[in-house]
């Protein structure tokens, strides 16, 4: 299962040392298993990936983990992005700017989160 490589989707990260370069190419390899299907989820954790604050540990490898975690989005939203989620244009430019980061959620408070904001007629609440 790729997720167990992700920090932000494995709530057992704690217990085990993933290389920043192992979760860089999940991040990719999650991007192709979901290509176009703009899974709301995923759209949410890849944004919030992007924008997240390099820690000590992986600080050598933001721009690379950053790099992968925005091909994955392309790939993700690939034919439905700007039509289903209008946002992430927005939100892509305002990370360039170097505008305030939104906090992002760790592990299983995200998938928790996510939920909170999902209206049950969504396809991705289930």
Same mark, same amino acid.
């Given at each position: 299962c790729l997720s167990m490589h992700v920090e932000s989707l494995n709530h057992t990260a704690d217990d085990m040392e993933v290389p !920043?370069?192992? #979760?860089?190419?999940?991040?990719? !390899?999650?991007? =192709?298993?979901? #290509?176009?299907?703009?899974?709301? =989820?995923?759209v949410e954790m890849l944004m919030g990936e992007i924008s997240r604050a390099p820690t000590d540990q992986h600080a050598a490898h933001r721009s690379s983990y950053a790099l992968g975690a925005g091909i994955a989005l392309g790939l993700v939203s690939l034919g439905k992005g700007l039509v289903q989620r209008p946002n992430i244009a927005q939100r892509l430019l305002a990370f360039m700017n170097g505008e305030r980061r939104e906090r992002m959620h760790q592990r299983i408070e995200g998938y928790s989160s996510f939920r909170d904001r999902c209206q049950p007629s969504d396809p991705a609440f289930k």
């Open positions: !920043a370069t192992v #979760q860089t190419t999940a991040l990719i !390899a999650i991007g =192709f298993v979901r #290509q176009g299907t703009c899974h709301t =989820f995923l």
